[in-house]
C-alpha cells in the first residue's frame, strides 16, 4: 500500500511567492540528489496562486490571512519503510546540514506542517 506523507509550508516573511516557488524547485533536486535510492515514488507540489500586488493568495473562500502556505506537497512512497530510508538518508550529519542551510534562505520551518494522509477516489464519481 501506498505511504503518503502531506507537506505543508509557509515562505520566509520578506520572500515573494515566486522567489519561493523556484527555491523550492531548487531545492527538491537537491532532496532528490541527497535521497538517492530512497527518493519518493512521486512527489507533486501545488503552490497556492496568489496576487501580483497584494502577495496574497487567492482564495475562493476563508480568510487571506489565515492562509499561510506557500506550498502543499504530496510525496508517495512504496510503503512506510521507503518512508524510513528517505528519512535516514535525509538524517545523516551532512544532508542535514545542506537542507537547513538551504531552506534557512526561503523556508519558514517553525511554521511547517507535515502529516500522513490517505487517498480516495482521484476519478469523477458516477
Known amino acids: 500500500m501506498v505511504f503518503t506523507v502531506m507537506v505543508m509550508a509557509?515562505?520566509?516573511a520578506g520572500v515573494s511567492h515566486e522567489t519561493f516557488k523556484n527555491r523550492y524547485e531548487q531545492h527538491m533536486r537537491m532532496i532528490a540528489d541527497l535521497s538517492g535510492d530512497a527518493v519518493p515514488l512521486s512527489h507533486t507540489r501545488y503552490y497556492p496562486l496568489h496576487d501580483h500586488l497584494t502577495g496574497k493568495p487567492k482564495l475562493l473562500l476563508g480568510n487571506e490571512d489565515e492562509m499561510p502556505y506557500s506550498v502543499v506537497v504530496l510525496m508517495e512512497f512504496a510503503d512506510?519503510?521507503?518512508f524510513g530510508r528517505f528519512c535516514a538518508a535525509l538524517a545523516t550529519e551532512?544532508?542535514?546540514a545542506k537542507v537547513e542551510a538551504d531552506e534557512?534562505?526561503?523556508w519558514e520551518r517553525e511554521g511547517m506542517q507535515v502529516t500522513v494522509v490517505e487517498g480516495h477516489g482521484g476519478r469523477r464519481v458516477e
Request: no cysteine.
Open 80 to 82: 512506510e519503510q521507503a
Open 10 to 12: 509557509p515562505r520566509k
Open 104 to 106: 534557512a534562505g526561503f
Open 94 to 96: 551532512e544532508a542535514k
